[in-house]
């Protein structure tokens, strides 16, 4: 198997990951504004930061959907928010379409830092923390939850978020 991990990464949790997959398949890691072939390769990993309910770097996979035609190819959404059905669902119905719908979707939880964040990104982020804040914590999603609980810096970035993708890699 010659794989790849591809990536875009917006603040670094998406870019950890491709990392830790890139060495537990012993494969290379590439930032997705890099890659400029994929035809060498039978398998096509690319990881993507979820901003806004959008994966990060998807339309790279659109682009270039003739030559992902044959290969194994998955992705692996990283986002702030704990893992949610509903949300993974609204996820897939938003990015994996024009193509896309047969690839399978994976998620791991990256991270929160505030300090890393665009102004304009801190500043949506801040403003939706304190409409959020003035609900009925008895009301929240679980991404809500997840939000408030924030604070200004968090990681829960974990080799473990792995394991389905790395199980998926290995059972053709």
């Not at 790849?4 to 398949?25: D, F, H, N, P, T």
């Not at 994976?106 to 403003?127: L, N, P, Q």
Request: hydrophobic fraction near 40%; include cysteine; glycine fraction near 10%.
């Amino acid at each position: 198997m010659k794989a790849i991990v591809i990536y875009r990464s917006k603040y670094g949790a998406a870019e950890q990951y491709a990392q830790m997959l890139a060495q537990q398949l012993g494969c290379e890691a590439m930032d997705v504004r890099h890659v400029t072939g994929l035809g060498q390769y039978d398998t096509i990993l690319f990881c993507g930061g979820v901003y806004a309910n959008g994966i990060g770097g998807i339309s790279f996979l659109k682009k270039n959907l003739l030559q992902l035609a044959g290969k194994r190819v998955a992705i692996f959404a990283v986002g702030a928010s704990p893992y949610e059905e509903k949300a993974m669902d609204a996820l897939k119905q938003r990015n994996l379409k024009g193509g896309l719908e047969d690839i399978p979707l994976f998620y791991g939880r990256g991270a929160w830092d505030e300090g890393r964040m665009s102004w304009k990104d801190r500043t949506m982020c801040r403003m939706l923390k304190k409409m959020v804040a003035k609900k009925d914590p008895s009301t929240y999603e679980p991404w809500e939850a997840a939000l408030v609980s924030a604070g200004e810096k968090c990681s829960w970035v974990s080799p473990d978020y792995l394991f389905p993708l790395l199980e998926y890699c290995k059972n053709p």
